[in-house]
């Protein structure tokens, strides 16, 4: 037996265009998807509802990840709520139902995955409009058979009347039908949805939450955004570089999660904390597009358009192609050479000369990308790519000319060079022979959607896995580094944790489940120093959110890691505790408090990628090296623009370690 959300994915997906419910805000989905559960909850015993209320009566799973997540969360309510509350509550789960429907549904061979990541019956049922749903029985296809329901007297299945109440109460119905089919049908709707009671209560519900076409009954009542005071012309622009998630923390204390804020020639209005990073997720691509912000950084690289700045299915389809070039397993399957890089690069390292950190890490990671993503070392470049890197993110936040200056020209030209000579060196020697890279996957693509991935578009997708290794894993090592330096007990677990699993003749990949001190130190040093603070996009839809209105066509900062600065997630915040990532505090666990990586449907590809690279690069640095550690007192200077780098800091190795190697496999 399918669910009622597995149905009802498979009677708003359009084939033609691959696309689920296009037209349809992601909103009014998640909606319709939330009453899906409900009524299968309902069914199954477990809630009871009627048009007023709604109550759990038996709290065991049913072992499904479409419905016990929902019945977990009415198990451990304190109280009883309204059937609308519960809609809302289970709508904020929408992606994750709707991912997991899709891929029962893709398992059971119902539907597939498209070479682009757009979305298809599989052949079988395309082909016979039926398919199986348990024992051998197959059933007609939803589509045809809510559509035969609603144009003829026959009697439907006691499932039907559920998906036809959700399907019209959510506005799905008039997508598909004509206004004169669907006034033909109005009358047979209403018969078929009073012949279930809770699918009467969920049709309600629904519609009392959105009523398409109506104003807001608090549209009237909006108030002006506040505005953060700021200096004559610089606006707010001192206090920022002070510190972005610091500044964004305390203006949430003061004004709540919605603020106006400027800089010179910008205005933004500010989004932040868990409210405004939920709504990211569940909103965010209805009513947010990327393009605008990020236009300047692909602009600048003479391409067209980049991850950064797409949306809808031609983000869908490149993020499903990268995202398997950043998959975890890469670096897991590249361990041993990931360590090669560690230990030939920190054997250059002076001894007993301090020597500046963030420099001497780039050019490990920089090693490491190139290596796992197109199988060519950037040797010589890593100067040059840093360079370009710091001009195209101050030409997408503050200076948007910057790229025309003689030294950022010079090595935006010289980075070029790199992304001939590894286009060169895949032409050469063909895809890689035990795996497909990063490079290998685009190329791919590029063959099969050249107009996805144009020639000119080429060099900035070449360079983009070593760009993003300099910008965000080579900064968290460094203030991993800074971090443990500072605390030489939690430096000495970590480094038996290195010893144990390079002594053991381990593999690399399996040993690094026994770095339990080194993930929760590196958890933490991203909770303090995220990868992704903050992103920019415009309105494209307007809006309410806490109360007010925000027009379509601003520019909104959405500060997603506010949440990590606040004491009532994680208790004195400024304090580094590893011990928060354990049981039975596990406050990073607490619903869109903890978001290093950023959220939504841009959320940073490498957040799999990242924590198992800093994890083998920094536990091959504390079996090999003694380093010395640092004054409590110390507080390492931070940069803030363009994005959160370290500044000046400086390590000192006192010795080397002496072990024999040969047990790592």
Known sequence: MLRFAEELLIFVLDEGHGELAPGQSESSLYLALAGAVLMDLALEGRIDTDLKRLWLVDSTPLGE??????????????????????????????DRIRDAALAHLTERGILRSEAHGLLSLAPRVSRTRRYPVA??????ETRLRIMRLLFSDDIPDPRDPGIIALADACGMLRSILSPDEYAQVRGRIDVLQNLDLIAQAMG???????????PSARSTQLEEIPVV??????????????????????????????FRIRTPGRRFVCMVGPEATNFLASHGKAVFRSLEPMANFHNQMGASRSILTMDGVDHVTMRKVQ???????????????????????????????????LPAIQSIIVEQMGYMMADYSPRGYTKTLATVLSGLLLSSSVFPNIMKLPRF??????????????????????????????????LELREVDPQLVPETNMPLNVLAPYLVGLDTTAATCVFMLYNILKRPEIMRRMTAEADAIFYRGMELGEGLRQLDVTRRVAMETLRL????????????????????????????????????????????????DIDRYSQPRAEHRQRDAYVPFGAGVHRCLGSGLVPIQ????????????????????????????????????????????????????
């Open 65 to 94: 990840e479409i419905l016990d997540p929902t019945l977990a969360v009415i198990a451990g309510a304190e109280q009883t709520y309204d059937t609308g509350y519960w809609l809302e509550r289970t709508a904020q789960m929408g």
């Open 135 to 140: 024992d051998g029985k197959w059933v007609e």
């Open 204 to 214: 309600r519900a629904i519609q009392e939450l959105s009523k398409p076409g109506e």
């Open 229 to 258: 005071p700021g200096l004559p012309l610089l606006g707010n622009s001192l206090a920022l570089r002070k510190g972005l998630v610091a500044f964004l923390c305390h203006q949430y204390r003061r004004l709540g999660p919605i």
């Open 323 to 357: 995202g398997r070039g950043y998959a975890a397993k890469v670096v897991k399957d590249s361990s041993v050479e990931v360590v090669d890089i560690v230990r030939n690069k920190i054997s250059k390292w002076p001894v007993g000369k301090p020597f500046e950190a």
């Open 409 to 442: 020209r010079r090595a935006r030209a010289r980075s070029f060079e790199l992304a001939e000579k590894v286009l060169a060196h895949k032409e050469q020697f063909g895809p890689r022979k035990n795996r497909r890279d990063f490079m290998d996957l685009m």
């Open 529 to 576: 120093h995220p990868v992704s603070p903050a992103v920019l996009r415009t309105v494209s839809n307007s809006f309410e959110f806490a109360n007010y209105r925000v027009p379509a066509g601003s520019l909104v900062l959405i500060g997603t890691a506010v949440g990590h600065g606040l004491e009532e997630y994680f208790p004195e915040p400024e304090r580094f």
């Open 614 to 665: 800093l994890g083998f690069t920094i536990a091959t640095i504390l079996h090999e090296l003694i380093l010395q550690p640092l004054d409590t007192d110390y507080k390492i200077r931070v940069r803030s623009l363009p994005t959160t780098q370290p500044s000046g800091f400086k390590i000192c190795v006192l010795g080397r370690r002496s072990h024999d190697n040969s047990a790592m496999k």
